[in-house]
């Protein structure tokens, strides 16, 4: 999951209207979906971590602290659902890069590191709050080709697309274009953290990924020289219950 800095606000004041807050987010953190990373061009939605649905939220409505961005199947499966900070790791306050692993399968898992940082409980939470843990719908059209409706099978499409844009570069390796191009690959796609981790290797390419996508090298949770990930997140903007990894 894409860590990401929203920055601080661009109002004085909490947003009267949370629909405001859409231009300026999607300026800082791209058409991403702030959990399951797709590219949401158009009904990409101004998300609540803690629900305005829930009346021990209600006053942050409008605070922009509180706002990420959200596709409709990661929304609707949050819904109104508690969001108690330390139970859960956020893309915006916690190194959310080193806390999951992505698999070939298009399965997405609380990581190795969140174990050995005692949050892989935190990490299981924020899967199963999103929905990211559920498993795939098979679903065959009438030609017998699989179409890829939900998110585990959306992951597995992009997984393969990565991995021939990176064979693609292996037999071609100082292509700068060739670069630029799957970057741009990348930025259409989405899915952040399978280009990462397909490309986990190739140091040119995580950087450039990183910089092409929104508020992320801003999160601090990358190391600029070697692009390991910084753990504890560095938490720039001092956001409650951040750098938990
Ligand atoms: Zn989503």
Redesign the pocket.
């Known amino acids: 999951m894409r860590p990401v800095r929203r920055g601080s606000s661009p109002r004085p004041d909490d947003f009267d209207t949370y629909q405001e807050a859409k231009p300026e987010l999607i300026s800082r953190l791209g058409s991403y ?6 590219r ?1 061009p158009t009904m990409l939605a101004v998300e609540h971590i803690q629900p305005k649905g829930l009346s021990a939220y209600a006053h942050l409505a409008g605070r922009w602290d509180n706002f990420l961005l ?6 609707s499966t949050k819904g109104d659902k508690d969001v108690v900070l330390k139970d859960v790791l956020l893309p915006d306050r916690d190194n959310t890069h080193w806390a999951f692993t992505y698999l070939p399968d298009g399965r997405v898992i609380p990581s190795a590191a969140a174990d050995e940082r005692g949050v892989a409980k935190q990490a299981a939470n924020t899967l199963a709050l ?1 929905g ?1 843990d559920k498993r795939s719908n098979e679903v065959v059209d009438e030609n017998g080709k699989r179409v890829a409706i939900d ?1 585990v099978s959306q992951r597995l499409e992009k997984w393969l697309l990565a991995e021939e844009a990176k064979s693609m570069l292996d037999a071609d390796p100082d292509n700068n274009p060739l670069r630029i191009s799957i970057v741009h690959q990348a930025q259409e796609s989405g899915f952040f953290s399978i280009w990462m981790t397909v490309f986990e290797d190739d140091v040119d390419m995580r950087n450039r990924l990183i910089d092409a996508f929104p508020g992320t090298r801003e999160s601090g949770c990358f190391d600029p020289a070697a692009v390991l990930p910084v753990s504890p997140a560095p938490n720039p903007d001092g956001l409650a219950g951040g750098g938990k990894i």
């Not at 979906?33 to 797709?38: D, I």
């Open positions: 979906c702030s959990y399951c990373e797709r949401i959200g596709c409709v199947n990661c929304n999103t990211l998110r």
